[in-house]
T-cell receptor, first 108, second 110 residues
């Protein structure tokens, strides 16, 4: 069966520090992968999606970037975090957006 | 810009009643529609999908789709306290994307 792993579950980072969140998928090949952010009390915002290795599409301009170095690995990064980057980050794969457990990021 | 609108609630219903959750969307090209349940602090989980006009039933859940009116709804029969959660509506856009509403918070009162 297909599973999706995200880590870490919780992260507290100072403003200006770098960020790296990793997502891996098992049990499927060539998945479409997505990064979403959910700010407190708000809806899911699509940040990036990828249809294959090295193929990244960005939905909104922001302080974040994404990479897909392997078929089943999707990484979300930032060089310098902002307070506004705080939120619940979710990795998902289609067909109907099965989500990982998420990473709750607090920037202090 | 794809828009998915939901009443943020909170919606409160007594245990055993029918909860009705509504969603409208702006993109007439959307072909697939989904409902997710999200418990506080957890990631969303898919509970229903619907692709054609009409009703689709799965246990206590019924999804209803009206593409002409750009409207999709979720009915929860015999609501239970464990159904208390935020319900997210999502629709497909172009390029394999899903667009989510902000969610409706449902509280089932014992």
């Amino acid at each position: 069966s297909q599973t999706i792993h995200q880590w870490p579950a919780t992260l507290v980072q100072p403003v200006g520090s770098p960020l790296s969140l990793e997502c891996t998928v098992e049990g499927t090949s060539n998945p479409n992968l997505y990064w979403y952010r959910q700010a407190a009390g708000r809806g899911l915002q699509l940040l990036f999606y990828s249809v294959g290795i090295g193929q990244i599409s960005s939905e909104v301009p922001q302080n974040l970037s994404a990479s897909r170095p392997q078929d089943r690995q999707f990484i979300l990064s930032s060089k310098k975090l902002l307070l506004s980057d705080s939120g619940f980050y979710l990795c998902a794969w289609e067909p109907e957006a099965f989500f990982g457990q998420g990473t709750r990021l607090t920037v202090v | 810009q794809k828009e998915v609108e939901q009443n943020s609630g909170p919606l409160s219903v007594p245990e055993g009643a029918i909860a009705s959750l509504n969603c409208t969307y702006s993109d007439r090209v959307s072909q697939s529609f989904f409902w997710y349940r999200q418990y506080s602090g957890k990631s969303p989980e898919l509970i229903m999908s619907i692709y054609s006009n009409g009703d689709k039933e799965d246990g206590r859940f019924t999804a209803q789709l009206n593409k002409a009116s750009q409207y999709v709804s979720l009915l929860i029969r015999d609501s239970q306290p464990s159904d208390s959660a935020t319900y997210l509506c999502a629709v497909t856009g172009g390029a394999n994307n899903l667009f989510f509403g902000t969610g409706t918070r449902l509280t089932v009162i014992p």
